[in-house]
């Protein structure tokens, strides 16, 4: 039995020594040591499959049973190696000593279980407090002190009722329940919107700097990392490529991976083509775990150069305390697309033997206008009517009232008939690189759906033309898209959107899901093929960095209305409307970060 | 001893095991625990009564319940096939065979109370011409009146003199009803018999209880519980469990081995008057030539089949009557032996060299399995029989039995003395021979005498013809725990006469 | 509230009735003359024809139909042309009978399947876990008349410990009833069990999976712990809806077991009343069957809601 | 009866099964086909041979018991046991078979149209599959073996009509995951049509469930068609099929107790296999893992 007992020599509170986690096939982190010193704030970066989740895991002794870890993981005041520890002495740490908060909000709460009663089950749990009474009360406390509204009421809320921000500080709660010495975080706020994102990576600040907690934060996001962390450790496939503060790793990276990385994180810098900087060269993943200094690197510090200015310039405005229609963006002559007065309401599916669904307004009376050859950028953030918006604008969904022309036809009550032209002029690029592409569906047969009345070997060059266009080669044809990166699936999902050379394009969320070292790339690749066959571009993003890189005007839409629309950088630069502005100081640039990092 | 260990079981769990082991070993002495003498019977049947009116409900199993239990004739069958006097004391026949004078019980009640008298039979008589519509009211077509001579004196006179006529009185249709019982023949039977109905539940039970009014000697079982089964495997399993003490109307045959080696029960076996037959339809393409059919009677082993289809139990009988019956002929059985090659040459003689038939069965067990050794044989004379199973009763009296869609068919007969019906023309058999049907007329007509030696033609006649293929008389094995006594063994009648049974 | 309430009946309402209309028409193409079988094989073809009329078969199927169904609306389910009682007190002993017996074997199954499902979906990856799942993969495979057959061989026939079938009512003698019906619910039961017991390790197997059952062990709950406290009941709910079905499969298909244990239940009931072509008993039966499985979809459905908040409240 | 529900099905990602489980699910795959294999090698083989006849009679071997002439003995019509599981084994399948295609055929286009039209259509379909999962097979089974027949025929139309609401809940949600695709919507957005979008990309991507669905559904149709011959509602003979020659057996229970055990063993391995061949493919083709992320 190995008992815990506190060691009198002062220590890191958490102690990585040649970490190394393997599946039965393959070793998936390769050697990983590091230490949190006391009340350290360290962030712990990479993309996706680099090994940051396996390292937390492997901290809590989460990992699932078929990986097994060697080396060592010492907690400060423990007196044991928590990878060799049996689970029941894990138990009585875990949640206590050290506590985590997991990404996924929507799911890592109990759905039948009231979140009062989630938290005061940690503390109970790990009898912190006396009795079921008081866990409650306390459970309450805490959730005050993460600033949910009315905690009374919200204790006795079952997570479902709590939006995904709430759910997160209810997590939080949890986690710090027990003053843990080492909190990890993964992922936090990556499912949230970029204000509750914001919000919620300011109170994790605050409550480990108030308590003195260690933190390890692993994020995809540089963003995230200079928001919080003081030091930061940069992962590339399962080794730790950079360890240093962030300030200095931010601003003078040294290893070319890390460089890379922050350079393709940049929306706002852009080579001297105007294309951002990307990391199509393979790096080659050498550990580097040095803090000396180097030269700083020149950050480019003027905005993205738009290639393209449209003849039309749009008016910058805001929607009136009034509530008073606008028509955004007004184009005189005859516009790509023209909506006015659109509504959208649904019935919300499911419901309950006892309630009617309730009518949800997906779209309250918006108005715009978006010129041919405009790239024009909606930005929002979930549930705030912009799918709706962009399904309306593809024929995808009708309106319930109002006008929508897309190319002089109108959409609402046009038959599939009616449409036949209209589909092959507007086409669409999804956000979900899996989910875009039909897994059973051959690349040829994928990029050739669209075409209509085409002989086969037409079809066959016209795919081959496509492909080469969006930069694959022609013997992708016979695979099948879970042969794919992300990247590439994107690229395929361009090349069927482009194939009945249509001339308005909608892009949903189409680089949100993707790496940000090949997010570059693929906004690289729109940005010229937009050019190319002069494209009216309809961007539709909850990335306002994004938007600002790829498209000339952008209207911000909230609560199913336009709020605010103009040229990007004016409402970027100064945002009329308070959501505008909330949306625009959440979302930092490089330098903005880099700013505020070394302040 | 053994009927009450299962009580101990429930009461006290823990000692179950050991317990029931123990005791379930002696099963012995006819005494409850308190030393009475156990007068309770439980006995295993198949083929549930759909209700208790026999009058309007056609089947064997209303009759098998009640008939002689709860209600009573003049007359009655005893387990020879006798004709002994019931509510008759005696009776005399007037010399032309025309006036049947009763002498009737006194003090005879029915079960609610009221008298039995001449004027019951007259009234129970005359009302089976217009209200039953089952179990062969024209069986009393023979009689021309009924008179109340006094109370105890009934004259019967028919318009024709009958040999079976008296016979058929012992049935069903020569029951005693009274006027104040007939309003719920349903469910609340009112007869003179020794038992009275307690309780009946379709498809799992009757309950019977003695009749402590019964005019006549009290029978030794005052509970008895008729159980009904679906299954043959669980009515056996029943009495090897000692859930029942008697089961009744064996017909799958290989469950009765057990038995016999089991020295706790006791096999009986009686004869029936079920006739196992391979019915041909005599009126079709395939079976109108006396040759064809003649071909089955060599073509068909019947001993093989019986004992492949039936374990070996039964009677090969060669026409359909009985051993029971005075006009039984042993030597029938040899009329066509088994002679594959005579078969050809008929079939061939016939021109029907490749004969397909349609050979429609009804779904009982001994028809499905016999139907199996009767197409394999059949196949071996060069007759290819397309076998399917019909279900019964709905679809095979249906269509085989009133539509007469079919060559050939394989159904017990177990009404007693039904050659008669058989010959008919009209009758699913399609048998017509007017000559035969003479000779029964002439038959029911004559003296004791004649009667035997008419009927013995006719039917003999009925077999040369081959007017259907006999196969064997269903035995009637009835199953008991070994202390039971006066189990009858024989089916002469459609009752199952429980008075006699005894420990 | 009260309209939504009203809707869900009518719908449920205007299902009964669709039913009931199926039921009329598949029975009224039933071959077999009812008249025929009552009258037996003596009666005249004239005797049959008058008993046609008397029974009402000669009318107009829209007739029959409206009377059939407006009279079980009033809960007059006719009556019977075999027995000449009312339909509606033999439906209701019958089913009275099976309901006891489904429950009683589907408790007994859950008193198996639930320890024995979560068991080997914890121990799926130890040797024991894979031994236990293959037993009840096995139990899956074996047909319940045959469990029944067996446990009749043994625990009747050979050692006399418990009767071989039949039914006592609870009411005339609980205890005579608990003896008769503990073989049929362990036989019906222990193939249920099987089959829920699989249902209920894929289950338990999809909910370990679960993020919350992740973070629950990061709270510092044991896996077993995190698994009785936060897994359970999530993992209830797909099992209920199987549990759901398999009750309203088990009314019919519980007939096997009342077959090899001669219990009249509602299954045995319909296949007597098939043979005996007791038109106005089968389309009771056969009626009050699927009312009771689309009733009892109904329940689970409202049972759904009880478990789990995010149906409680759709707002 | 196995058959998943909508309601049951939930839109939460899930991490990919570990390597463990798919280890796991292959030696349940492979032992499943196995079995399967042994029981298809028996009908396939009983097609051209068996020792004996087993469909005719033979008085003078009625009975025996195992041994060198008739490996598993014989019944009570001197029949080679061993012949008739083998030849047993072709109507066990062609039930299945027969009645796994019913239920797909009918369950699976009805599924997919309420699933593809959310709304009024949807719920009215789903009414109507509640009506039809009212009438669970072998309730079917006995009706329509009082209409038309018993008999094979009758037992696979019945088992295939009872199995086909199964089949519809199963396609309809399998319909609802895939409809939320967003190739569905670029399909849409191509102007292609429902069928063009049913036929094409539904279809195909929910074919794992429904084999997963059929495989079990299998297993339960080779059951239910020894319960119904256990009925009287089954093959009728001479035709050997498993679950009469159970019925048969029961009779001599304490005759030749061995006749009970061989086709007893026969329906568990056929049914074990399906089963099997089901959780195996259930790993595979996990619903839930074709949810995006």
Redesign the interface.
């Known amino acids: 039995m190995t008992s815990i007992t506190p060691t009198a020599t002062p220590a890191p509170t958490l102690s990585v020594r040649d970490l190394r986690v393997g599946s039965p096939f393959n070793e998936l982190l390769h050697s990983i040591s590091f230490d949190i010193a006391a009340g350290e704030r360290v962030g712990l970066i990479g993309e996706s499959g680099s090994g940051k989740s396996l390292t937390a895991t492997s901290v809590m002794g989460l990992l699932p049973e078929t990986l097994t870890a060697t080396g060592s993981v010492r907690l400060n005041g423990v007196d044991a190696d928590l990878l060799t520890a049996p689970d029941r002495n894990l138990n009585q740490l875990r949640g206590n000593t050290m506590a985590m908060v997991f990404q996924e909000p929507m799911t890592a709460l109990n759905p039948l279980m009231r979140v009062g009663a989630q938290v005061a089950e940690i503390m109970t749990v790990h009898h912190t407090v006396k009795g079921r009474r008081q866990a409650r009360e306390r459970a309450v406390e805490l959730l005050t002190q993460v600033k949910l509204p009315n905690p009374r009421e919200a204790a006795l809320a079952f997570p479902h009722q709590l939006s995904g921000g709430q759910r997160q500080r209810v997590m939080l709660a949890m986690a710090m329940a027990n003053d843990p010495q080492l909190l990890l975080c993964d992922e936090p706020t990556t499912a949230l919107d970029v204000t509750v994102q914001a919000e919620v990576l300011g109170l994790i600040g605050k409550l480990v700097t108030d308590r003195g907690t260690s933190l390890l934060l692993i994020t995809h996001d540089i963003a995230v990392v200079a928001e919080v962390c003081q030091r930061v450790l940069v992962m590339y496939q399962g080794n730790i490529v950079e360890d240093g503060p962030v300030g200095r790793v931010l601003t003078a990276p040294q290893h070319p991976y890390t460089q890379k990385l922050i350079a393709a994180s940049d929306l706002s810098s852009v080579d001297d083509r105007g294309r951002l900087h990307t990391m199509s060269m393979p790096v080659v993943a050498t550990p580097v775990v040095s803090t000396a200094e180097t030269s700083p690197r020149r950050m480019p510090t003027d905005a993205a150069a738009l290639p393209l200015s449209p003849a039309h310039r749009a008016a910058h405005q805001r929607i009136e305390a009034d509530d008073a229609p606008v028509i955004f963006n007004e184009v005189t002559g005859t516009p790509a697309i023209r909506v006015r007065d659109l509504s959208r309401q649904y019935r919300r599916r499911g419901g309950s033997v006892f309630t009617t669904a309730p009518i949800v307004h997906g779209l309250r009376e918006v108005s715009f206008d978006v010129a041919e050859g405009q790239r024009f950028g909606i930005v929002g953030e979930s549930g705030s009517g912009k799918s709706t918006l962009m399904r309306i604008l593809c024929a995808l969904d009708q309106p319930t009232s109002g006008l929508v022309d897309v190319l002089g036809q109108p959409i609402k009550g046009a038959s599939e008939r009616q449409l036949r032209n209209f589909r092959s002029q507007v086409q669409i690029v999804f956000q979900d690189p899996m989910g875009s592409l039909d897994p059973r569906m051959k690349v040829r047969d994928i990029v050739a759906e669209p075409l209509r009345h085409v002989d086969r070997a037409e079809a066959r060059a016209r795919v081959e033309a496509q492909l080469a266009a969006v930069g694959l080669d022609a013997d992708v044809m016979d695979r099948h898209p879970h042969q794919f990166s992300g990247g590439q699936r994107q690229r395929i999902s361009i090349a069927r959107a482009l194939i009945t050379r249509p001339r308005v394009l909608v892009a949903d969320e189409a680089v949100s899901a993707l790496d940000v070292s090949v997010r570059a790339q693929v906004l690289n690749l729109l940005a010229d093929l937009v050019d190319e066959y002069q494209l009216t571009l309809v961007f539709v993003s909850h990335d306002l960095g994004v938007i600002r890189h790829l498209c000339d005007t952008v209207a911000v839409i909230s609560d199913g209305r336009i709020v605010e629309c103009g040229p990007t950088g004016d409402v970027y630069d100064r945002p009329l409307h308070p959501y505008t502005r909330q949306l625009v100081s959440a979302t930092p640039s490089m330098d903005e970060l880099a700013r505020r990092v070394t302040a | 001893m053994?009927v009450h260990?299962?009580?101990n079981?429930?009461?006290s769990v823990a000692t179950?095991m050991i317990a029931?082991?123990a005791l379930?070993g002696c099963s012995n002495g006819a005494t409850t625990a308190d030393g009475e003498p156990d007068t309770t019977l439980t006995v295993g049947l198949l083929a549930?009564p759909?209700?208790l009116?026999y009058t309007?409900?056609?089947?064997a199993a209303i009759p098998q319940a009640l008939l002689y239990n709860v209600y009573e004739g003049l007359v009655k069958l005893d387990n020879d096939g006798t004709i002994i006097p019931l509510l008759a004391k005696s009776w005399t026949v007037s010399d032309d065979g025309l006036v049947y004078d009763f002498a009737l019980e006194e003090g005879v009640t029915f079960s609610d109370g009221s008298p039995f008298t001449a004027e019951t039979v007259k009234f129970s008589l005359e009302r089976v011409k217009d209200n039953w519509?089952?179990?062969?009211p024209?069986y009393l077509d023979p009689i021309a009146s009924i008179e109340a001579v006094s109370d105890t004196e009934a004259r019967i006179t028919l318009t024709k003199p009958s040999n079976s006529w008296l016979f058929n009185m012992s049935g069903p249709v020569g029951t005693m009803f009274t006027e104040s019982g007939i309003a719920d023949l349903?469910?609340a039977p009112v007869g003179t018999g020794p038992y009275t109905v307690s309780s009946f539940?379709?498809?799992?039970?009757l309950v019977l209880a003695a009749n402590a009014d019964y005019w006549g000697d009290a029978p030794y079982m005052t509970d008895v519980t008729l159980?009904?089964?679906?299954?043959?495997?669980?009515?056996t399993?029943?009495l090897?469990?000692?859930?029942v003490n008697l089961v009744a109307g064996i017909s799958?045959f290989?469950?009765v081995?057990?038995f016999k080696s089991n020295s706790d029960f006791q096999v009986l076996e009686g004869a029936s008057t079920g006739e196992v037959t391979l019915s041909m339809n005599n009126a079709s393409d395939a079976f109108s030539d006396v040759r064809v059919r003649q071909a089955v009677m060599y073509g068909i082993d019947r001993q093989?089949v019986m004992?492949?289809a039936n374990?070996g139990y039964g009677l090969l009988i060669g026409s359909m009557v009985p051993p029971t019956d005075p006009w039984y002929d042993a030597d029938l059985a040899e009329l066509y032996p088994y002679d594959p090659d005579k078969a050809i040459e008929l079939l061939a003689e016939a021109g029907a060299s490749d004969l397909t038939i349609a050979f429609k069965i009804p779904?009982l067990p001994y028809a499905?399995?016999g139907?199996?050794?009767v197409?394999?044989?059949l196949a071996k004379v060069g007759i290819t029989a397309n076998?399917?199973?019909?279900?019964?009763?709905?679809?095979w009296?249906?269509e085989v039995?009133?539509n007469h869609d079919y060559d050939m068919s394989l159904i017990m007969h177990s009404e007693p003395r039904d050659v008669t019906?058989f010959a008919a023309p009209t009758y699913y058999a399609g048998y017509n021979s007017p000559e035969v049907m003479a000779k029964f007329a002439e038959a029911d007509a004559a003296d004791a005498d004649a009667y035997v030696e008419l009927m013995k033609e006719a039917t003999t006649t009925m077999a040369e013809d081959a007017a259907a293929d006999w196969l064997y008389l269903q035995p009637a094995i009835s199953l008991a725990d070994a202390d039971l006594v006066g189990v009858p063994k024989n089916t002469p009648s459609l009752a199952l006469d429980l008075s006699t049974i005894a420990r | 509230m009260v309209l939504v309430v009203l809707r869900r009946i009518g719908v449920f309402a205007t299902t009964v009735v669709v039913a009931s209309i199926v039921t009329f028409l598949m029975l009224s193409i039933?071959?077999?003359?009812a008249a025929?079988?009552?009258?037996?094989?003596?009666?005249t073809?004239a005797?049959v024809a008058a008993?046609t009329t008397a029974m009402g078969l000669d009318r107009p199927a829209v007739v029959r139909y409206l009377d059939w169904f407006g009279h079980v609306l009033i809960g007059d389910f006719g009556t019977?042309t075999?027995?000449?009682?009312p339909i509606g007190p033999?439906i209701t002993?019958a089913l009275g009978i099976t309901v006891i017996l489904v429950l009683t074997s589907v408790v007994l199954a859950l008193l198996f399947a639930i320890p024995f499902g979560v068991l080997t979906a914890v121990r799926q990856r130890k040797p024991d876990g894979a031994i236990l799942s293959g037993i009840s993969q096995i139990g899956v495979a074996v047909p319940g008349f045959l469990a029944g057959?067996l446990l009749?061989?043994v625990f009747?026939?050979t050692?006399?410990?418990?009767?071989?079938?039949?039914?006592v009512d609870p009411g005339d003698d609980f205890?005579?009833f608990?003896?008769h019906l503990i073989l049929p619910a362990i036989a019906l039961g222990s193939v249920q069990g099987a089959v829920l017991s699989r249902y209920v390790r894929s289950s338990v197997l999809e909910v370990m999976r679960e993020d919350f059952i992740r973070t629950a062990r990061a709270k510092g709950l044991g896996a077993g712990r995190a698994l009785f406290r936060h897994g359970l009941r999530n993992a209830a709910v797909p099992v209920m809806t199987v549990l759901g079905l398999q009750i309203a499969t088990l009314l019919v298909g519980a007939v096997v077991i009342e077959?090899?244990?001669?219990i009249?239940g509602l299954g045995?009931?319909l296949?007597?009343k098939v043979?005996?072509?007791?038109l106005p008993a089968v389309q009771g039966i056969v009626l009050v069957l699927v009312v009771f499985v689309l009733a009892l979809n109904f329940l689970v459905d409202l049972a759904f809601t009880l478990i789990d908040p995010r149906l409680r409240s759709a707002s | 009866m196995t058959a998943s529900d909508p309601r049951v099905t939930t839109d939460t990602p899930r991490r990919p099964r570990s390597a463990a489980t798919g280890r796991n699910g292959a030696a349940t795959l492979w032992t499943g086909l196995v079995l399967i294999g042994l029981v298809v090698l028996a009908a396939l083989v009983s097609m051209w041979w068996t020792p004996f006849d087993p469909e005719?009679?033979f008085?003078d071997s009625?009975l025996l018991p195992p041994g060198s002439e008739h490996l598993l003995g014989t019944d009570?019509?001197?029949r080679d046991v061993f012949s008739s599981i083998l030849r047993g084994a072709q109507i066990s399948l062609l039930v299945g078979t027969v009645a796994v295609s019913i239920a797909a055929v009918l369950g699976v286009p009805f599924g997919i149209v309420a699933g593809m039209n959310p709304g009024r259509l949807d719920q009215f379909m789903m009414r109507g599959n509640d009506i039809s999962l009212a009438f669970p097979a072998l309730l079917l089974a006995i009706i329509f073996?009082?209409i038309f027949?018993?008999g094979t025929v009758t037992a696979m139309v019945a088992l295939g009509i009872g199995t086909a609401p199964a089949f519809a809940l199963i396609a309809r949600s399998g319909t609802m995951q895939i409809m939320s695709r967003e190739y569905v919507q670029a399909a849409r957005a191509s102007g292609k049509s429902g069928v063009f979008i049913g036929v094409r990309h539904i279809l195909p991507n929910i074919s794992g469930m429904l084999i997963v669905q059929a495989s079990v559904s299998f297993g339960i149709a080779v059951l239910a068609e020894a319960a119904l011959s256990y009925l009287?509602l089954g093959t009728?003979?001479?035709t050997p099929s498993w679950g009469r020659m159970l019925q048969d057996a029961?009779?001599?229970?304490?005759?030749e107790p061995l006749l009970i055990v061989w086709p007893g063993i026969a329906i568990a391995v056929a049914v074990l296999g399906f089963n099997l061949l089901g959780d195996g493919l259930r790993d595979r083709f996990d619903p839930k893992m074709q949810v995006k992320r």
């Open positions: 053994r260990t299962r009580r079981l429930i009461a179950v029931s082991m379930v549930t759909g209700n009116d309007t409900t056609a089947g519509t089952a179990n062969g024209g349903a469910t539940k379709t498809g799992d039970s159980r009904y089964f679906t299954d043959a495997t669980a009515q399993n029943a090897l469990s000692g859930d799958q290989q469950l081995g057990q093989v004992d492949t374990s779904n499905v399995a139907a199996q050794v197409k394999d044989q076998v399917t199973a019909l279900e019964f009763p709905a679809v009296l249906d039995f009133s019906a | 039933l071959p077999g003359n025929r079988i009552a009258l037996g094989v003596q009666a073809e005797d008993q019977s075999v027995s000449r009682q033999e002993d057959m009749v061989t009747a026939v050692l006399r410990w418990l009767p071989a079938g039949g039914w205890a005579g608990l003896e077959r090899v244990f001669s009249p045995s009931l296949l007597d043979a005996l072509r007791d | 005719g009679v008085s009625i009570s019509f001197g073996g009082a027949g018993a009287g009728p003979p001479p029961q009779g001599y229970l304490f005759i």
